[in-house]
């Protein structure tokens, strides 16, 4: 089982990225996907979320109008494209699997299984 997070690297503020989320060995077209974040010395936050088949998505309000969530189940693949980007956005930034199938989108991260390694995102002033 691996959920392949990529996309990360180092910005300026106000530019953009799009983090990928590629899984294999794992079914994720019947699970909501979450994206969370960690910055150095604070805890893990909840970014955005989307329903298994993609209807519904969640964001939370420090990256919302901004960031934006996305699936392709054909490809087993989440996105989270990123524009505005700001220095706090600065973190490392997982992708997930909702456990419950067909659940719908959550913010904790209590409710999902499994998780990728992150890829990291440095937003320069």
């Known amino acids: 089982v691996q959920l392949q997070a990529s996309g990360g690297g180092l910005v300026q503020a106000g530019g953009s990225l799009r983090l990928s989320c590629a899984v294999s060995g794992l079914t994720v077209s019947s699970h909501a996907m979450g994206w969370f974040r960690r910055a150095p010395g604070k805890e893990r936050e909840f970014v955005a979320a989307?329903?298994?088949?993609?209807?519904?998505?969640y964001y939370a309000d420090s990256v919302k109008g901004r960031f934006t969530i996305s699936r392709d189940n054909a490809k087993n693949t989440v996105y989270l494209q990123m524009n505005s980007l700001k220095p706090e956005d600065t973190a490392a930034y997982y992708c997930?699997?909702?456990?419950?199938?067909?659940?719908?989108?959550?913010?904790?991260?209590?409710?999902?299984?499994?998780w990728g390694q992150g890829t990291l995102v440095t937003v320069s002033s």
């Open positions: 997930a699997r909702r456990r419950l199938y067909r659940g719908a989108v959550h913010y904790h991260p209590s409710h999902y299984d499994y």
């Open positions: 989307i329903s298994w088949n993609g209807d519904t998505t």
